[in-house]
T-cell receptor, first 116, second 115 residues
Framework: NAGVMQNPRHLVRRRGQEARLRCSPM?????VYWYRQLPEEGLKFMVY????????ESGMPKERFSAEFPKEGPSILRIQQVVRGDSAAYFC??????????????FGPGTRLTVT | SQQGEEDPQALSIQEGENATMNCSYK?????LQWYRQNSGRGLVHLIL?????REKHSGRLRVTLDTSKKSSSLLITASRAADTASYFC???????????????FGKGTLLTVNP
């Protein structure tokens, strides 16, 4: 039973380019969460999605960042016109359909974004 | 201070010793979780303790929760070099009107177990 998968694991972008981060939740999980971890910091919540719905994007910057979780395929976190401050590790987590609240979130290995 | 703060920031012990890490939080919670993160890797879920539980065990791990003090501790007994990692506590917002799915992490405790 594969865990949460994220790709790419490492991504290097120049300032102004777009970054696309992908997350495939665990089998049977329909709730996806994205978190960002700055160097030597804890993870910060960004967005919570269910299939075709954004439930809570309160932790996501209003500009340049967007997320989706289509009916088919992985969840995508998209960062347009990246800046150096976007350099961080981005983690995706998923939880099962029957227990979306107050339950364990299973994390992927993360995508480390470096903006040069 | 932020929700879910670990203490100490760093801890260095010898193999075989016990390691204790603490976590404090501010608002009421439904549950508290502990995660481990090896350097440059993803998070591994260790244990979840609910607000109506006081203590929980899993292998060499023992977690306590004191909701009156809004604090939790993680004890790793008979530590091994492989336990070297950062340890994070994560809380949900509980019944304070927040969002239970929104985990709040502290900055973590960096545990180094020397062989």
């Amino acid at each position: 039973n594969a865990g949460v998968m994220q790709n790419p694991r490492h991504l290097v972008r120049r300032r102004g380019q777009e970054a696309r981060l992908r997350c495939s939740p665990m089998k049977g999980h329909s709730h996806v969460y994205w978190y960002r971890q700055l160097p030597e910091e804890g993870l910060k919540f960004m967005v919570y999605l269910q299939k075709e719905n954004i439930i809570d994007e309160s932790g996501m910057p209003k500009e340049r960042f967007s997320a989706e979780f289509p009916k088919e395929g992985p969840s995508i976190l998209r960062i347009q016109q990246v800046v150096r401050g976007d350099s961080a590790a981005y983690f995706c987590a998923s939880s099962p359909r029957t227990a979306p609240l107050s339950y364990e979130q299973y994390f992927g290995p993360g995508t480390r974004l470096t903006v040069t | 201070s932020q929700q879910g703060e670990e203490d100490p920031q760093a801890l260095s012990i010898q193999e075989g010793e016990n390691a204790t890490m603490n976590c404090s939080y501010k608002t009421s919670i439904n549950n508290l979780q502990w995660y481990r993160q090896n350097s440059g890797r993803g998070l591994v879920h260790l244990i979840l303790i609910r607000s109506n539980e006081r203590e929980k065990h899993s292998g060499r791990l023992r977690v306590t929760l004191d909701t009156s003090k809004k604090s939790s501790s993680l004890l790793i007994t008979a530590s091994r070099a492989a336990d070297t990692a950062s340890y994070f506590c994560a809380t949900d917002a509980g019944n304070s009107g927040g969002s239970n799915y929104k985990l709040t992490f502290g900055k973590g405790t960096l545990l180094t177990v020397n062989p």
